[in-house]
């Protein structure tokens, strides 16, 4: 149901054009004043339409106009004037109205032009939403990824990025945790106030509180001046807490009275301050289990948890590797001045075949170090590329004397693939599904590997030594 707001100051023309337009169905709320109606728009913010006349006291129709296209999201206005010259529709057409009537209305005229004005509307947020997916697909507000669990990634932020809810971002150690964070800054109506970042791991306990809260002249040995924490600091911004799985139990109990009543005081003081920041957390750790450990509060755990956003692993969004290794490069080769033209076809292969336990943040260390020690236009290996040493096979001992180093490379690959494969297999009991979502990989090429080295999946749920 269209909501219409009507804006006049002759009562009896906003009467007959109320009733036209809510026997057709549409919501209407009617003002003889258009202070009072942006005032009204400004704090509802879902008005659909506005219909008004031209000249008013106080605040006439341009005025009405200009402050509706300056809303968060612009509102199509059909202006209303007994002055019908050539002149004055030109003016207002430029001014940014989206039709005119002259008065008086004729109800069958007006609810076309309604109909049209409004059909325009949608095709122009229809337009603008599939330009706003078009320019996620590769990145949104700085996070790069056009996979699918990172475009529903993009959907979570873009929902909770207009209320003040408390988020929990979930996800292993560099997956871009303080990115998502950051991204519900910027969409937010608080991006022009600060973005306070702090780490709960990096700071000792008694630290973390003064950063947190901040401090009292005096308040303890060393506070020789007041401090601000960041909760304060932020102002009517953005708190982020990263790792706050990682507080001791009493910043939990202090992070629980915050986020319940609103207000805390500094370490020392006595006077309350009113919190105005909102506050998003960020972990890496199992919060359930901790729970379940009494090592962190089940209250604060809801508190925190209103919302959750979890981000995946590298290793689950196999599409963006190559598409975040671009990024990486282009990002390096100009801090660095690299003449690089790209990645060599065996450079692509590391990349895609690579497990990123460290995630994107290993990825953007790994294209930092080759773009700094590559001698060449275009990259044929990922340099000093880490593989976990659990997943490498004894097989040294076991090679002859003499032995090429083409045979030798080969010989070793074939081992940690196979080794590789088998323990993932293991942990997950012959499951060729779960087996390809954890290795990165399509489950035809587990399925392949397996046939490679002639290793059956019923073996590994029966539990029978391979």
Known sequence: ?????????????????????????????????????????????????????????????????????????????????????????????????????????????????IKKVLEKQELADEVANLRKRLETAESYHAIVGRSKKMLEVYDLINSVAGTDTTVLVRGETGTGKELVARAIHEASDRKSEPFMPISCTAIQHTLLESELFGHEKGAF??????????????????????????????????????????????????????????????????????????????????????????LPPLREREEDILTLANYFLDSFKRRYDKNIEGFAPSAVEQLLEHAWPGNIRELKNSIERTVLTNPRRWIDRIAKLEVSKAALPDMFSEMPARLSYVKAKETVSQELEKTYL????????????????????????????????ELDKMVFKDKRPV
């Open 422 to 453: 088998i323990q993932y297999m293991r942990q997950e009991k012959g499951s060729i599904n779960r087996v390809a979502e954890l290795m990165g990989v399509s489950t035809r090429t587990v399925s392949r590997q397996l046939e490679k080295f």
């Open 221 to 310: 040995t060393g506070a020789h001046i007041l401090k601000t924490g960041k909760l304060e600091s932020a102002g009517r911004g953005t708190v982020f807490l990263d790792e706050a799985g990682d507080t001791s139990l009493e910043i939990q109990a202090k992070l629980l009275r915050v986020l319940q009543e609103k207000e805390f005081e500094r370490v020392g003081g006595i006077r309350q301050i009113k919190l105005n920041a909102r506050v998003i957390a960020a972990t890496n750790r199992n919060l359930e289990q901790l729970v379940q450990e009494k090592k962190f509060r089940e209250d604060l755990y809801y508190r925190l948890n209103v919302v959750q956003i979890d």
């Open 1 to 113: 149901m269209k909501k219409v707001m009507v804006v006049d100051d002759d009562e009896k023309a906003i009467f007959n054009i109320a009733e036209i337009l809510e026997r057709e169905g549409y919501t209407v709320a009617t003002f003889t004043s258009a202070i009072h109606a942006v005032q009204t728009l400004e704090a509802v913010r879902d008005i659909d339409l506005i219909i008004t006349d031209i000249r008013m006291p106080a605040m006439d129709g341009t005025e009405l106009l200009n402050q509706a296209l300056k809303n968060k999201k612009p509102v199509p206005v059909i202006v209303l004037t007994g002055y019908g010259d050539v002149d004055t529709a030109v003016n207002i057409m430029k001014a940014g109205a989206s039709d005119f009537l002259c008065k008086p209305v004729s109800g069958k005229e007006l609810l076309i032009r």
